[in-house]
């Protein structure tokens, strides 16, 4: 009995000791390592001092953007994303991009498994062919960081790697003559080449297609072009292999007339972005099959060109899952079929340019239209000629963020049941045949952008000056027949930027608090009947 608490509580200690020696916790580097941080420092151009903590009195492991294995003391990642660009430079950046050269000290960091060097400015310099050895690495990111040049396919040899992203953001900075390399890439989960020239890499459908791992593939802008992949018209045939991809964009290619046919084979796509492709004919019968889509993109292109068919498919009703459609800029034509709202999560439709038109007696949208749509936001169908036939006290019960409805025929009245969308940001009703006043709860909206040209809006806009917000940033009322002077109620919207109000009938002086506006960009008074002295002190361009 006795013998064998004792040897419990031996067992006891022995696995505490060996936890707590395999957590050590504040691990130290190796001086090896260390050494190649410094080196590696040493070349690059760092004028805003990132990279301060870098000193060798200090443990690595305590650098900023280097972090050890807690078990063992190595460096396992670099941490040193630049600033974002989005991010203007008014903004409290943190960071400064780091530019120079890259030592091939890093090389000593064998034990690496993360690298973001992303959104850095390496100006020009080729990816270091030497990357290819850091074998551990399971995370490479070189997007945006200014490299140029032919891809090394020594990358090929990172054979953990599971992301690697290589955009770039200008078009054709880096290169690929051929894509072979990748195959050796067998556990690669997320690629992303956006805008790198491939459009000699022609093998690259199959090379990919030998990569079963892969979940997200981004290709836009790559050239990629028919001509250019063996396989040519037997994509039709084509089987692809890398059936757990969720994310697929092809986007600016030229993928031949045809959607290929193996796009739809990929049934746990969530999202697929085809837009400015040279697509055409109808939407394909196999679209139905990707259903758990939630995005879907296949804006700008060429589809239903010469084709009669009814404006959207029944095929697309059965995508129940989509949350963003954009099928805007192609051909569709006649009218937006009632079984769109069996999609009933979509926030985002956009029907821009098409050919939709009331020239059919269908080309028109109903109350119950709008109203089965329940979860929509977005709705973007300018440039189509659809009626809108709703009753004079309807409410819809959506609340929209954005109606880009330009074209459609919604004159002469100016829709009223707009009043009840409180949180509208965009409004395009140009060219929609509306000829009345501007009713006055219009400027005392939600409302940021406002387009209302090509109208026969009439009286005086004096209702401009009965604000009480201030959001407004964007005034088109170009085109119309507004009379009297311009109110001079500007310093009520101290956010504008863009006032058109060419082309009107405006009368009198200019008002002084327009030239109060300090974001103002563009300021159209043309073709207008006004008089006296127009005095700048700020640099816009008056048109
Ligand atoms: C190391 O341990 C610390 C403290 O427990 C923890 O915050 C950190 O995430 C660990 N680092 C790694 C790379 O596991
Ligand atoms: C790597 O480390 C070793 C030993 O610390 C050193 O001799 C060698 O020069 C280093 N290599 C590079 C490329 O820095
Ligand atoms: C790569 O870096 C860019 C820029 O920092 C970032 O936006 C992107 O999400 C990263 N890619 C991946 C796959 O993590
Ligand atoms: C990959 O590594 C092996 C062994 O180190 C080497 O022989 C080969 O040339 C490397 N291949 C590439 C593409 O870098
Ligand atoms: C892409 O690469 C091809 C082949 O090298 C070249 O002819 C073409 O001009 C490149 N495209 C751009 C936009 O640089
Ligand atoms: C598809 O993937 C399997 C491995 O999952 C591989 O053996 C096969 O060669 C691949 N097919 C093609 C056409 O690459
Ligand atoms: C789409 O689904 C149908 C019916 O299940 C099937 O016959 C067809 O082959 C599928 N299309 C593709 C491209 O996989
Ligand atoms: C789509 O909606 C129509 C009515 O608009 C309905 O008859 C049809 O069954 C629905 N289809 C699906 C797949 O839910
Ligand atoms: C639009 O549809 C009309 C017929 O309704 C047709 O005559 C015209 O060619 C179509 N335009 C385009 C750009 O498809
Ligand atoms: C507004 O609608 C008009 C007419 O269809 C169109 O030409 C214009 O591009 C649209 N504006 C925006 C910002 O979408
Ligand atoms: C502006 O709108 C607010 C709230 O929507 C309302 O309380 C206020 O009376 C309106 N002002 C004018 C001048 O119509
Ligand atoms: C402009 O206003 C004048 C009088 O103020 C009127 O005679 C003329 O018809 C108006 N023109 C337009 C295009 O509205």
């Given at each position: 009995m006795g013998g064998s608490t004792h040897f419990s509580v031996f067992l006891l200690v022995a696995i505490i000791l060996l936890c707590s020696s395999t957590k050590t916790v504040n691990a130290t580097c190796y001086a090896s390592e260390k050494q190649a941080l410094l080196d590696f420092k040493k070349d690059l151009e760092d004028p805003f001092g990132r990279l301060s903590s870098w000193i060798h009195d200090v443990d690595c492991c305590k650098w900023k953007g280097v972090v050890c294995s807690n078990r063992s003391g190595r460096v396992i990642q670099l941490l040193l994303e630049g600033p974002d660009p989005e991010i203007d430079d008014f903004g409290d950046q943190e960071i400064s991009a780091l530019s120079g050269k890259i030592s091939?000290?890093?090389?000593?960091?064998?034990?690496?498994r993360y690298l973001d060097l992303s959104l850095n400015d390496f100006s020009g310099i080729p990816i270091p062919s030497f990357f290819g050895s850091l074998r551990s690495l399971r995370y490479l990111n070189l997007s945006g960081a200014g490299f140029q040049g032919m891809v090394p396919y020594q990358l090929g040899n990172l054979s953990s790697l599971r992301t690697l992203s290589l955009e770039t953001y200008r078009v054709s900075d880096l290169q690929v003559d051929n894509l072979q390399w990748l195959a050796g890439l067998s556990n690669l989960e997320h690629l992303d080449m956006s805008r790198v020239n491939l459009s000699t890499a022609s093998n690259w459908l199959e090379v990919i297609n030998t990569i079963p791992s892969l979940v997200e593939i981004h290709l836009p802008y790559c050239q990629l072009d028919l001509i250019s992949h063996h396989l040519g018209r037997d994509t039709f045939v084509f089987h692809a292999n890398f059936s757990s991809l969720t994310v697929l964009d092809l986007s600016g290619n030229f993928l031949g007339h045809l959607i290929p046919r193996w796009i739809f084979g990929l049934t746990a796509l969530a999202s697929l972005d085809l837009s400015d492709n040279s697509f055409e004919g109808p939407l394909p019968r196999d679209l139905r099959n990707l259903t758990s889509l939630k995005l879907l993109d296949l804006s700008r292109n060429y589809l239903n060109v010469n084709h009669f068919a009814t404006f959207l498919p029944s095929q697309l009703s059965t995508l129940t899952a989509l949350i963003s459609l954009d099928l805007g800029d192609n051909h569709f034509r006649g009218s937006i079929p009632s079984?769109?709202?069996?999609?009933?999560?979509?926030?985002h439709l956009d029907l821009s340019y098409n050919n939709l038109s009331s020239s059919l007696p269908k080309g028109i949208v109903s109350e119950s239209h709008l109203d089965n749509l329940a979860a929509l936001r977005i709705f973007e169908a300018s440039g189509n000629s659809l009626t809108l036939k709703v009753s004079a006290s309807w409410t819809p019960r959506t609340q929209f963020q954005t109606l880009g409805w330009g074209s459609w025929k919604l004159g002469p009245q100016f829709p009223t049941w707009i009043r009840s969308q409180k949180f509208l940001d965009v409004l395009n009703l140009s060219f929609t045949g509306i000829s009345d006043t501007i009713p006055s709860w219009l400027f005392n909206s939600s409302l940021k952008y406002i387009y209302l040209s090509h109208n026969q809006l009439h009286g005086k806009s004096s209702n401009i000056s009965e604000n009480e917000n201030q959001v407004l940033q964007y005034l088109d009322l170009g085109k119309n027949c507004l009379s009297g002077e311009i109110p001079d109620c500007w310093m009520n919207y101290p956010f504008m930027y863009h006032i058109n109000l060419n082309s009107n009938n405006f009368t009198g002086s200019i008002p002084r608090s327009l030239f109060k506006l300090e974001d103002l960009e563009y300021l159209g008074l043309g073709n207008n009947s006004l008089t006296g002295p127009i005095t700048f002190d700020f640099d816009a361009e008056l048109w």
């Amino acid at each position: 009995m006795g013998g064998s608490t004792h040897f419990s509580v031996f067992l006891l200690v022995a696995i505490i000791l060996l936890c707590s020696s395999t957590k050590t916790v504040n691990a130290t580097c190796y001086a090896s390592e260390k050494q190649a941080l410094l080196d590696f420092k040493k070349d690059l151009e760092d004028p805003f001092g990132r990279l301060s903590s870098w000193i060798h009195d200090v443990d690595c492991c305590k650098w900023k953007g280097v972090v050890c294995s807690n078990r063992s003391g190595r460096v396992i990642q670099l941490l040193l994303e630049g600033p974002d660009p989005e991010i203007d430079d008014f903004g409290d950046q943190e960071i400064s991009a780091l530019s120079g050269k890259i030592s091939h000290s890093l090389q000593n960091l064998t034990h690496l498994r993360y690298l973001d060097l992303s959104l850095n400015d390496f100006s020009g310099i080729p990816i270091p062919s030497f990357f290819g050895s850091l074998r551990s690495l399971r995370y490479l990111n070189l997007s945006g960081a200014g490299f140029q040049g032919m891809v090394p396919y020594q990358l090929g040899n990172l054979s953990s790697l599971r992301t690697l992203s290589l955009e770039t953001y200008r078009v054709s900075d880096l290169q690929v003559d051929n894509l072979q390399w990748l195959a050796g890439l067998s556990n690669l989960e997320h690629l992303d080449m956006s805008r790198v020239n491939l459009s000699t890499a022609s093998n690259w459908l199959e090379v990919i297609n030998t990569i079963p791992s892969l979940v997200e593939i981004h290709l836009p802008y790559c050239q990629l072009d028919l001509i250019s992949h063996h396989l040519g018209r037997d994509t039709f045939v084509f089987h692809a292999n890398f059936s757990s991809l969720t994310v697929l964009d092809l986007s600016g290619n030229f993928l031949g007339h045809l959607i290929p046919r193996w796009i739809f084979g990929l049934t746990a796509l969530a999202s697929l972005d085809l837009s400015d492709n040279s697509f055409e004919g109808p939407l394909p019968r196999d679209l139905r099959n990707l259903t758990s889509l939630k995005l879907l993109d296949l804006s700008r292109n060429y589809l239903n060109v010469n084709h009669f068919a009814t404006f959207l498919p029944s095929q697309l009703s059965t995508l129940t899952a989509l949350i963003s459609l954009d099928l805007g800029d192609n051909h569709f034509r006649g009218s937006i079929p009632s079984s769109i709202a069996n999609i009933s999560n979509l926030q985002h439709l956009d029907l821009s340019y098409n050919n939709l038109s009331s020239s059919l007696p269908k080309g028109i949208v109903s109350e119950s239209h709008l109203d089965n749509l329940a979860a929509l936001r977005i709705f973007e169908a300018s440039g189509n000629s659809l009626t809108l036939k709703v009753s004079a006290s309807w409410t819809p019960r959506t609340q929209f963020q954005t109606l880009g409805w330009g074209s459609w025929k919604l004159g002469p009245q100016f829709p009223t049941w707009i009043r009840s969308q409180k949180f509208l940001d965009v409004l395009n009703l140009s060219f929609t045949g509306i000829s009345d006043t501007i009713p006055s709860w219009l400027f005392n909206s939600s409302l940021k952008y406002i387009y209302l040209s090509h109208n026969q809006l009439h009286g005086k806009s004096s209702n401009i000056s009965e604000n009480e917000n201030q959001v407004l940033q964007y005034l088109d009322l170009g085109k119309n027949c507004l009379s009297g002077e311009i109110p001079d109620c500007w310093m009520n919207y101290p956010f504008m930027y863009h006032i058109n109000l060419n082309s009107n009938n405006f009368t009198g002086s200019i008002p002084r608090s327009l030239f109060k506006l300090e974001d103002l960009e563009y300021l159209g008074l043309g073709n207008n009947s006004l008089t006296g002295p127009i005095t700048f002190d700020f640099d816009a361009e008056l048109w």
